[in-house]
């Protein structure tokens, strides 16, 4: 029975750290339109950014700042800005399938040198010497995990509240606007490259943050963590859940999580030996029909975009039910 | 002589060899509804596409209100009271028919992203401001029943009004028309013509680039013709009726089509 609870509290965490970065997506491509592609890039510089402040002191590698923890969960953040704030430059003229494949290139350059350069970030060894915060008081057992569970769940609840007013404010009308039609938003005086660049930045420092979460959670980070495959969950959820739907992002991060992780537990547990063996491809698979699947039979997601009704926004009606 | 709100000198657009308008020079004057007629390819979008900063001209100057705009960007222009709606509708079709017209105010205090978290009173009390004020504009378009539709479902008629309502909330001198006619029915039509004839009355100016000759006839004065980029006429609609060349290149075959 513990056990099962056990496993209930890992998967949620997990799950919950997930939905944080499809909720940054879902702010660049389901409010703004922004087809990033590289959404492990900013989880990773988030990941790699959080441990590399917080972490003890190394020999081997850049890092062992030992930065008090919130503020190197921050620092992650910033980390992951900065870098969609160069991105967002560099490619600020590029729009849909061209900035999907810029981006993708991105996150595949940012792999690559994190595996290679190991002095930078321990190579393909990854990043040790990081101590979870508060381990020394809660140790390693449960109870700390019932912790980092609502350490998780409330920033998820935090990172919900502040997107639902962002995108019901102003500025998410100028998301939607840029979504639907830039050249109608320029002849209304609004400034698209300005727009696309603060919605980039601001969803990826959010994806940083989720990025920052899961290497707290695991104490560790590696290029493992970071490959490409990991963008494609990401975006499997926010398709699924709803893309332009916060509710919807959550919700499917929780579905396509659990649906990964119960194909990987059924395959290994009742296929014949020589399928198990390619059980991670297989997955693979699953995971491009699914995308596939729902753009073609349910491309508006489980919980589909709602029309801001303006009239009545006097009172705001969103409620974190988290 | 009227005072000109809009000047073009030498306006000239080239898209690789092909040069879409040529020289083009006229004074718009306040207060006028110009009507800009020609056969299909005579530059006359393109035009409205230099003059609206959305294609930056090849040569020539543009000046709005005595000020050289020639190399303002579209979204500034909007800001120095030049609006402008499309020939096939543009409207935010995900978005409510309100919130399409809410958008268009500029420098609102909550289009910065922390405007609602570090002025979350101020930027409710602008809502509301600008909301108040996107009712009266949707009222006076007739499209106030149609608030909380999305803009993507009502008609194409509508759209156009729409668009007309998303120029209005910015208060524009000068608003250039693509087409209102085309593809609406004569009762929009009408309601079109009401609206930018009360309008003109109030003081704005309009351009308007129209293939229905008898709109262009019963509202327009003066009528200004491209043909293959050049301006081929300029004068009152009595003028374009009795003209020849006109008559021959341009109303002619519009009758053919």
Same mark, same amino acid.
């Given at each position: 029975?513990?056990?099962?609870?056990?496993?209930?509290?890992?998967?949620?965490?997990?799950? #919950?750290?997930?939905?944080? @970065? /499809?909720?940054?997506? !879902? =702010?660049?491509?389901?409010?703004? +339109? *922004?087809?990033? $592609?590289?959404?492990?890039?900013?989880?990773?510089?988030?990941?790699?950014?959080?441990?590399?402040?917080?972490?003890?002191?190394?020999?081997?590698?850049?890092?062992?700042?030992?930065?008090?923890?919130?503020?190197?969960?921050?620092?992650?953040?910033?980390?992951?800005?900065?870098?969609?704030?160069?991105?967002?430059?560099?490619?600020?003229?590029?729009?849909?399938?061209?900035?999907?494949? #810029?981006?993708?290139?991105? @996150? /595949?350059?940012?792999? !690559? =040198?994190?595996?290679?350069?190991? +002095? *930078?970030?321990? $190579?393909?060894?990854?990043?040790?010497?990081?101590?979870?915060?508060?381990?020394?008081?809660?140790?390693?057992?449960?109870?700390?995990?019932?912790?980092?569970?609502?350490?998780?769940?409330?920033?998820?609840?935090?990172?919900?509240?502040?997107?639902?007013?962002?995108?019901?404010?102003?500025?998410?009308?100028?998301?939607?606007?840029?979504?639907?039609?830039?050249?109608?938003?320029?002849?209304?005086?609004?400034?698209? @490259?300005?727009?696309?660049?603060?919605?980039?930045?601001?969803?990826?420092?959010?994806?940083?943050?989720?990025?920052?979460?899961?290497?707290?959670?695991?104490?560790?980070?590696?290029?493992?963590?970071?490959?490409?495959?990991?963008?494609?969950?990401?975006?499997?959820?926010?398709?699924?859940?709803?893309?332009?739907?916060?509710?919807?992002?959550?919700?499917?991060?929780?579905?396509?999580?659990?649906?990964?992780?119960?194909?990987?537990?059924?395959?290994?547990?009742?296929?014949?030996?020589?399928?198990?063996?390619?059980?991670?491809?297989?997955?693979?698979?699953?995971?491009?029909?699914?995308?596939?699947?729902?753009?073609?039979?349910?491309?508006?997601?489980?919980?589909?975009?709602?029309?801001?009704?303006?009239?009545?926004?006097?009172?705001?009606?969103?409620?974190?039910?988290? | 002589?009227?005072?000109?709100?809009?000047?073009?000198?030498?306006?000239?657009?080239?898209?690789?060899?092909?040069?879409?308008?040529?020289?083009?020079?006229?004074?718009?004057?306040?207060?006028?509804?110009?009507?800009?007629?020609?056969?299909?390819?005579?530059?006359?979008?393109?035009?409205?596409?230099?003059?609206?900063?959305?294609?930056?001209?090849?040569?020539?100057?543009?000046?709005?209100?005595?000020?050289?705009?020639?190399?303002?960007?579209?979204?500034?222009?909007?800001?120095?009271?030049?609006?402008?709606?499309?020939?096939?509708?543009?409207?935010?079709?995900?978005?409510?028919?309100?919130?399409?017209?809410?958008?268009?105010?500029?420098?609102?205090?909550?289009?910065?992203?922390?405007?609602?978290?570090?002025?979350?009173?101020?930027?409710?009390?602008?809502?509301?401001?600008?909301?108040?004020?996107?009712?009266?504009?949707?009222?006076?378009?007739?499209?106030?029943?149609?608030?909380?539709?999305?803009?993507?479902?009502?008609?194409?008629?509508?759209?156009?009004?729409?668009?007309?309502?998303?120029?209005?909330?910015?208060?524009?001198?000068?608003?250039?028309?693509?087409?209102?006619?085309?593809?609406?029915?004569?009762?929009?039509?009408?309601?079109?013509?009401?609206?930018?004839?009360?309008?003109?009355?109030?003081?704005?100016?309009?351009?308007?680039?129209?293939?229905?000759?008898?709109?262009?006839?019963?509202?327009?004065?003066?009528?200004?013709?491209?043909?293959?980029?050049?301006?081929?006429?300029?004068?009152?609609?009595?003028?374009?009726?009795?003209?020849?060349?006109?008559?021959?290149?341009?109303?002619?075959?519009?009758?053919?089509?």
């Amino acid at each position: 029975m513990i056990g099962i609870i056990s496993y209930l509290i890992f998967f949620t965490t997990v799950a #919950a750290i997930l939905s944080i @970065a /499809v909720l940054g997506l !879902n =702010l660049q491509w389901g409010n703004s +339109g *922004l087809f990033n $592609g590289g959404v492990v890039a900013f989880f990773g510089a988030g990941a790699y950014g959080t441990l590399i402040l917080g972490g003890t002191s190394q020999t081997a590698h850049l890092g062992g700042f030992e930065i008090f923890y919130p503020l190197a969960l921050i620092g992650g953040m910033v980390t992951a800005g900065l870098m969609a704030w160069i991105v967002g430059i560099l490619t600020l003229r590029l729009r849909h399938d061209y900035l999907a494949i #810029a981006t993708f290139g991105v @996150a /595949v350059a940012f792999e !690559n =040198l994190l595996r290679n350069a190991e +002095g *930078l970030a321990g $190579g393909a060894q990854g990043l040790r010497g990081f101590e979870r915060p508060l381990h020394a008081w809660l140790g390693d057992g449960f109870t700390y995990n019932v912790f980092f569970l609502i350490f998780v769940l409330v920033l998820l609840g935090a990172t919900y509240r502040f997107l639902e007013v962002l995108i019901r404010s102003p500025f998410g009308r100028l998301l939607r606007a840029m979504r639907e039609d830039e050249t109608a938003a320029l002849s209304l005086g609004k400034d698209p @490259a300005k727009i696309r660049l603060t919605s980039l930045i601001i969803g990826s420092v959010i994806i940083g943050l989720s990025g920052g979460l899961y290497a707290t959670f695991y104490a560790f980070i590696s290029p493992q963590d970071v490959l490409p495959i990991l963008t494609f969950q990401i975006w499997a959820m926010l398709i699924v859940g709803g893309a332009g739907n916060n509710k919807g992002a959550v919700a499917g991060a929780f579905v396509i999580w659990a649906a990964w992780t119960a194909s990987g537990w059924g395959l290994s547990r009742f296929a014949p030996l020589e399928i198990q063996l390619y059980t991670g491809s297989i997955q693979f698979i699953l995971i491009g029909l699914v995308i596939v699947g729902m753009l073609l039979w349910r491309p508006q997601g489980l919980f589909p975009e709602k029309l801001v009704i303006s009239q009545s926004g006097r009172t705001n009606r969103s409620e974190n039910r988290e | 002589m009227a005072e000109a709100i809009l000047g073009l000198q030498g306006v000239t657009r080239d898209f690789g060899p092909f040069r879409a308008v040529d020289s083009v020079s006229f004074d718009i004057n306040r207060g006028s509804i110009t009507g800009l007629i020609g056969p299909n390819g005579a530059g006359k979008t393109t035009l409205f596409n230099v003059l609206t900063g959305m294609l930056p001209p090849t040569a020539g100057k543009v000046h709005l209100d005595g000020r050289d705009v020639t190399r303002l960007s579209a979204n500034r222009l909007f800001g120095q009271g030049l609006g402008r709606t499309f020939q096939i509708p543009r409207p935010f079709s995900k978005m409510s028919v309100l919130e399409n017209v809410m958008l268009a105010p500029m420098a609102q205090l909550g289009e910065r992203w922390f405007g609602p978290f570090l002025h979350a009173d101020k930027v409710q009390q602008q809502e509301g401001v600008i909301r108040d004020k996107a009712i009266e504009v949707l009222k006076f378009v007739t499209l106030d029943q149609l608030a909380d539709h999305a803009a993507g479902q009502i008609s194409g008629g509508q759209m156009k009004l729409l668009e007309l309502a998303r120029v209005l909330m910015g208060d524009p001198q000068l608003i250039l028309l693509d087409e209102p006619a085309a593809g609406v029915n004569p009762a929009l039509t009408g309601i079109l013509i009401e609206k930018i004839e009360e309008l003109n009355r109030q003081g704005k100016t309009f351009v308007i680039i129209e293939h229905d000759m008898d709109f262009v006839m019963q509202h327009c004065d003066p009528v200004i013709a491209l043909a293959e980029g050049k301006v081929v006429f300029e004068g009152t609609p009595q003028e374009a009726q009795a003209n020849p060349i006109l008559l021959d290149a341009y109303l002619g075959s519009q009758f053919d089509d």
